[in-house]
């Protein structure tokens, strides 16, 4: 499909099943390919385009992929030599495909990896990825749209400081330091629960690491890792998009397989708005019967700070207080573009550098927009569902990305 068309105006009420979570099944998967012995199983995998092409990737550079899309499990058997190259063609699709970069190294002590471009949201260099691969001791040339790894006496444990928690940089660095020679220590890495769920994943592999959930890291470099199960973590930024969903349309809503310890920044906002919710173990309630919400201030900041993907989302649930709120975006410098969208639809927002200021309060007008990114186009959906008459959203194949039958959850 490549539209969804919208008549807003009715409540979200029942029960919405939150899928695997996209941003921890991509990392997770790359790490299977540290596995020089035995098979990796995971369970809970969603049906996305992004698991879909992060299959293909794999599969290019060797790997045996069972993807069972009904079964939600996915088996990567990587004991055979991985290549040494990932083409552009996959790395220009998707960003995460980067993450190879590390287990190609440490495993066949060279790797040629496309350099992600940058995309709608930001330039999204890769400067933090170059710099630990560095320091544990590769050689690194860039050229022609191409980084060129090389460690052939392999990777030495050090210390490495990261000047920003990048996410990426974190799990790429992760990756080559548990089959480094020695001790590594990472400080300021990316906190985010997808790291967590990666952790937990590689030390079922048999990786020696500690200090998860913390700002540093300390990992032993071990000889080999093996295969291993896991199940991946519900997706807390589809439950965020379907928890905006019930309280922006004023319903009351289950959403299950939810976990509150992923979205304790988002409750709380939501909170202080006025809307109701309860948290019960793997589920969250939200309830909203109030006239107007009250105005918030947002500001996105790395992990345990308020997510940057539930930004363009939040935004949307602020259109309805009765006042002004302000969101500002720290960690990407162009991720207002749904701002435009929203105001073809009678939203009053103004931009001051990287600050939005949202006048809420306003009726929004059903028209047709475009969705620019992944999140972009999620809170497009839930702005056409409180919008007077039909809204029609385009250029939609960003939303398969990250969710499951949207269409179908919102109609159920
Ligand atoms: C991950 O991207 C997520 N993607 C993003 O979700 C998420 O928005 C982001 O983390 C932040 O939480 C996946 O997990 C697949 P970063 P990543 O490296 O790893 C700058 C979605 O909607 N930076 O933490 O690329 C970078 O330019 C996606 O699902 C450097 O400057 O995020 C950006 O401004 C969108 N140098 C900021 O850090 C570097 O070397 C955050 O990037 C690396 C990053």
């Known amino acids: 499909m ?20 996209k941003n921890a099944v991509l990392p997770i998967v790359t790490s299977a390919l540290l596995a020089t012995e035995g098979v990796s199983k995971f369970y809970n995998v969603p049906n996305l385009s992004d698991v879909k092409i992060i299959s293909e990737l794999l599969t290019s ?33 998707m960003r995460a495909s980067f993450l190879v970069a590390a287990p190609i190294l440490v495993r066949e002590k060279f790797a040629k990896v496309a350099m992600p471009g940058g995309c709608a949201i930001g330039s999204r260099p890769i400067e933090q990825h170059l710099k630990g691969f560095s320091l544990l001791g590769a ?39 548990c089959l480094s020679k020695g001790k590594t220590i990472l400080v300021n890495v990316a ?7 990666m952790i937990s994943f590689l030390k079922k592999m048999g990786a020696k690491i500690s200090g998860e959930n913390t700002s540093c890291l300390v990992i032993e470099g071990v000889e080999k890792l093996h295969g291993a199960e896991h199940t991946i973590m519900p997706d807390r930024v589809e439950a965020a998009t379907y928890m905006i969903a019930a309280a922006a349309t004023k319903g009351n809503v289950l959403v299950k397989n939810a976990r509150y310890e ?37 500001k996105t900041l790395p992990h345990p700070g308020f997510l940057t993907d539930m930004q ?27 701002v435009e969208e929203l105001r073809r639809m009678n939203a009053k927002i103004r931009i001051e550098g990287r600050s939005a200021l949202i006048e809420g309060g306003e009726k929004l007008e059903g028209t047709s927009v475009k969705a620019t990114d992944l999140r972009a186009g999620a809170a497009l959906v839930i702005a056409g569902l409180i919008a007077n008459g039909q809204t ?10 990250g969710y499951v039958n949207i269409e179908e959850k919102l109609r159920k």
């Open 61 to 93: 550079l060797g790997v045996k992929i069972n993807y069972n899309k009904e079964e939600k499990t996915l088996e990567v058997d990587a004991t055979n030599p991985l290549k040494k190259e990932a083409d552009f063609e996959f790395v220009s699709k």
């Open 139 to 177: 050689n690194i040339i860039k050229d022609a749209g191409y980084v060129e790894l090389k460690a052939e006496k392999g990777l030495t444990g050090t210390t490495i400081f990261f000047d920003f928690p990048s996410v990426g940089a974190t799990q790429n660095v992760i990756m080559a330091s």
């Open 191 to 197: 906190q985010e629960p997808e790291i967590g769920d």
């Open 392 to 401: 029609v959203v385009t250029n939609i194949k960003h939303i398969d990305r």
């Open 2 to 21: 490549n539209k969804i068309v919208i008549k807003g105006g009715k409540p979200l009420r029942g029960e919405v099943y939150i899928e695997g979570a």
């Open 312 to 338: 363009s989302i939040i935004m949307v649930l602020t259109l309805l207080a009765k006042g002004v709120s302000t969101i500002t975006e720290t960690v990407f410098e162009n991720r207002f573009m749904h």
């Open 262 to 298: 992923d979205n304790v920044a988002l409750v709380s906002k939501m909170r202080e708005m006025g809307v109701q919710i309860e948290v019960n173990k793997n589920e969250i309630r939200v309830k909203n019967d109030r006239d107007y919400l009250l105005p918030i201030d947002v």
